[in-house]
């Protein structure tokens, strides 16, 4: 993939619209579909690097770059605010210094894998929540009235907004959610320390580290 990514590049290279639409098209791509590492290799030698000599690139690349860098493990991601399902207000940050590890999982209520996976992540809560572990809850739905029904009948008693708005939702957006479910561990300083693509990686990663 980094060979085929210099190819299209040197190529690109002889019009900076192009080269910055192949390298943003590239960039999107290869994260949406599971391998930052050659998103970051993608960022490091042809956006922040000189690999693409002089070209000069708009700020809608750049904020892409960004947005993609800020998601990694050892980053700070992006806020969330908003209501909870039982109306009170809730600042991600302020909550994640409360606890030693945090949970934000993006879900849908349509989402059968969501639904899959409910029950063990009903279960790692019970089991470390008086640890000092805690699951914020985001979901995609545009209905209300689905998004809390599926909160009662999958026991989720951990805190819970909603975006209204699908994958344009904020909070999906901020995170470059397009789907679902979705896991971002923090620990206590705001950092990812886990990017999984289940909840029993989870369970592992809190048995090991949180005592």
């Known amino acids: 993939f980094i060979d085929c990514i210099a190819v299209v590049a040197e190529k690109a290279?002889?019009?900076?619209?192009?080269?910055?639409?192949?390298?943003n098209q590239m960039l999107t791509g290869f994260y949406e579909s599971g391998m930052e590492n050659i998103s970051t290799c993608l960022i490091d030698?042809?956006?922040?690097?000189?690999?693409?000599?002089d070209a000069n690139f708009s700020s809608i690349i750049q904020g892409t770059a960004e947005s993609i860098a800020r998601l990694g493990v050892g980053k700070t991601p992006p806020n969330i605010t908003g209501k909870t399902?039982?109306?009170?207000?809730?600042?991600l940050m302020k909550l994640v210094a409360s606890k030693k590890y945090t949970l934000v999982m993006f879900w849908s209520s349509w989402c059968e894998h969501?639904?899959?996976?409910?029950?063990?992540?009903?279960?790692?809560?019970?089991?470390?929540?008086?640890?000092?572990?805690?699951?914020?809850?985001y979901s995609v739905d545009?209905?209300?009235?689905?998004?809390r029904a599926a909160i009662q009948e999958?026991?989720?008693?951990?805190?819970?907004?909603?975006g209204f708005q699908l994958w344009d939702s904020k909070g999906a957006k901020d995170y470059r959610i397009t789907k679902t479910p979705g896991f971002f561990l923090l620990d206590q300083s705001g950092t990812i320390v886990l990017k999984p693509k289940g909840i029993r990686e989870v369970q592992a990663f809190l048995k090991a580290n949180l005592k």
């Open 45 to 53: 030698n042809y956006i922040h690097g000189d690999a693409c000599g």
């Open 154 to 162: 999958r026991g989720f008693e951990f805190p819970n907004v909603c």
């Open 13 to 23: 290279k002889a019009n900076d619209i192009v080269l910055e639409f192949a390298l």
């Open 85 to 91: 399902s039982d109306g009170k207000s809730i600042d």
């Open 114 to 137: 969501c639904k899959g996976e409910a029950p063990e992540v009903v279960t790692c809560y019970n089991l470390f929540k008086y640890k000092g572990f805690e699951i914020v809850g």
């Open 142 to 147: 545009q209905a209300e009235n689905a998004w």
